[in-house]
């Protein structure tokens, strides 16, 4: 019955997709749409031409590297500082007490309003790139890692106390696995932050990446070039939250089991 | 009871949140190997009156011993079922069992046969592999007690540890409660509403009133085992002790 219901799940995404892609194509072939929105054999053509020939200096591949470079570098930051700062502020009401005010001033910050400040700090090359990732995901990780270690059930912790467990070993055995699922749901949405940010780091001052891609279809009025970058954003964001998903399940089986 | 010696002295116990007298006075004694039961309303103050043994709570008078000695969670071996299924849902079976053996830095050539010897013990060796959230409540709740004998608790506090189930189930762990109980002779301080069950499970029934609480009676149980709810002997009993406390 499981498998059925996934085959039926699989299909009808399939064709929700098939069905897009069907109306894009007649739009863009039969209707006046076709003189700002190209047809879906132009862009995946150029896709396809894209990887063996360069678009300014680099390949598609390339560009996508080099986006895919800044992200791993700012959200595997925003990551640990984020985890590790979300867990104190759970675990120790003190840590709390003293950094929440501030934090609750700099959270609803969006990362893109960080730019402006970014480019005065560090100027415009990789460091304010990793700067503006790193704020567009840090707050989702710290609220969710605050809110997993803050939430982990007493009577748990209760009874491991009583069964002689130090404080280190209800931590580890107790606190962290609990927080676990919560602090991933705060890696998946920081994740899709940490890519919009990227994009937007590499609109406003780039010679390479997906964002910049974007920005120079934009320049050269060339549609397919943008649908191009957006296509290879939507790709690597679609095989990310996947990854982070089947890490999610290694990591936290226990969630999924039995269900 | 006189020959027997006596493992947990409760004095003068009293517990107060602010002008709320929730404890009053409380004494007695619980004997080495004994299984008491406490009985009393909801909300008469028993679960308070076990998160006062386990120092979750300063109480406001009085002393609990276990052995002679102040109790306190790390110098005694305490172990507390409650009402929740107290499982950690990220460690299997074994794992669950095995906790409090390592938190006690239990001889880890020894380890394994001592989580075989209990998981055995309430039936689950089929399911030693699997997750809590692959096990039913009575699984469950057998995990706990497994993970509870493990580490042959001076002292095993259970606070209405089946009321969440259904009836034969709660037959069910009751009589694997009391097998578990016989096999390692730990002391067993049981606290239910359920006079049946208390007279079904006990050495001794000690009835509590209402707040501010104290001690109504106490009822020895010297009903032989195995016990059958339908034998005369034990409805006399239960009935008495409804009778004792028909009037909260």
Redesign the interface.
């Known amino acids: 019955m499981k498998t059925k219901e996934k085959s039926l799940a699989v299909g009808i995404g399939a064709a929700a997709i098939l069905s897009v892609f069907l109306i894009w194509y007649f739009a863009a072939s039969y209707t006046k749409v076709s003189l700002f929105f190209p047809t879906p054999q132009k862009v995946f053509s150029r896709f396809a031409e894209s990887l063996s020939v360069p678009i300014g200096k680099y390949t598609l591949q390339m560009h996508v590297l080099y986006s895919l470079k800044r992200v791993f570098v700012g959200f595997g930051l925003s990551s640990v500082t984020g985890i590790i700062l979300g867990v104190a502020m759970g675990y120790s009401k003190t840590v709390n007490a003293i950094v929440r005010p501030i934090f609750n001033i700099i959270r609803p910050i969006p990362g893109l309003a960080w730019i402006p400040l970014a480019i005065l700090w560090f100027g415009i090359g990789e460091t304010t790139k990793y700067f503006i990732i790193f704020m567009g995901g840090f707050a989702n990780i710290v609220l969710n890692s605050y809110d997993g270690t803050n939430k982990v ?1 007493q ?2 912790v ?9 404080k280190f ?1 209800i931590f580890v ?2 606190i962290l ?1 609990s927080a ?1 699922p919560y602090i991933f749901a705060g890696l998946q949405v920081s994740l899709s932050t940490s890519w919009m940010a990227v994009l937007a780091a590499e609109m406003i001052s780039s010679y390479e990446g997906a964002g910049w891609i974007i920005n120079m279809g934009m320049n050269t009025g060339d549609t397919v070039l943008i649908l191009v970058g957006m296509i290879s954003i939507a790709i690597i964001g679609f095989a990310l939250a996947n990854i982070m998903r089947v890490l999610e399940r290694r990591l ?4 999924v ?3 | 009871m006189d020959e027997k010696r006596v493992k947990v002295e409760v004095k003068e116990l009293t517990k107060a949140f602010g002008d709320l007298l929730v404890l009053d006075n409380i004494s007695f004694d619980v004997y080495d190997g004994e299984f008491l039961c406490i009985v009393g309303p909801t909300g008469c103050g028993k679960t308070t009156f076990l998160n006062s043994l386990t120092k979750v709570y300063d109480i406001n008078k009085g002393s609990i011993q276990v052995d002679g000695e102040d109790i306190h969670p790390k110098k005694h071996n305490l172990a507390y079922i409650f009402q929740e299924y107290s499982t950690m849902e990220w460690l299997n079976i074994q794992e669950n069992v095995e906790f409090g053996l390592k938190a006690k830095k239990f001889p880890p050539d020894k380890l394994k046969e001592r989580s075989d010897y209990v998981i055995r013990m309430v039936g689950l060796d089929k399911y030693r592999n699997y997750y809590p959230s692959q096990l039913s409540a009575s699984m469950l709740q057998r995990v706990v007690i497994a993970r509870a004998f493990a580490i042959e608790p001076d002292l095993l506090l259970m606070d209405e540890p089946y009321g969440q189930l259904d009836l034969t189930l709660k037959y069910k762990l009751e009589d694997e409660l009391l097998k578990m109980w016989k096999e390692i002779r730990t002391t067993v301080l049981f606290i239910t509403h359920n006079i049946e069950e208390a007279v079904y499970l006990s050495d001794r029934i000690i009835v509590l009133t209402n707040k501010p609480t104290h001690i109504k009676t106490e009822i020895i149980n010297d009903l032989p085992r195995p016990r059958k709810v339908s034998d005369p002997e034990f409805v006399a009993l239960r009935n008495q002790v409804t009778d004792l406390i028909k009037w909260w």
Request: net charge neutral; glycine share 12%.
């Open positions: 059930d009577t748990l209760g009874a491991a106390e009583l069964l002689g467990a130090n070993q055995n107790i696995p676990t936290c089986s226990w969630t089991r039995g269900k």
